[in-house]
Nanobody, 115 residues
């Protein structure tokens, strides 16, 4: 599985960004895709995930502001980020999970929110 993420950038607080992650390769084996982020000096953390059946899960810190979705025809998952805050600044990584427990990662994309 190969993952290509895009859509990061610099935005002012309160603004919006949309991240995209296109999957290729053995996509039939993917059971969930999602986004993680890592801020300087912090551990990587889950932001949002969506399963192949469409179930979603979000970090408490982004609930109500971020929306994860997927376009199965394009093998792409999106992260719509609204009402961005400076604390959302991080490198965002796309993730794909395949059974039994293998994870694939895309190259990170920088999201910077200025105050």
């Amino acid at each position: 599985v190969q993952l290509q993420a895009s859509g990061g950038g610099l935005v002012q607080a309160g603004g919006s960004l949309r991240l995209s992650c296109a999957a290729s390769g053995s996509i039939f084996s993917i059971v969930a895709m999602g986004w993680y982020r890592q801020a300087p000096g912090k551990q990587r953390e889950l932001v949002a995930v969506i399963t192949s059946r469409g179930y979603t899960n979000y970090a408490d810190s982004v609930k109500g502001r971020f929306t994860v979705s997927r376009d199965n025809a394009k093998n792409t998952v999106y992260l719509q980020m609204n009402s961005l805050k400076p604390e959302d600044t991080a490198v965002y990584y796309c993730n794909a999970a395949t059974p039994p427990s293998r994870d694939y990662w895309g190259k990170g994309t920088q999201v910077t929110v200025s105050s």
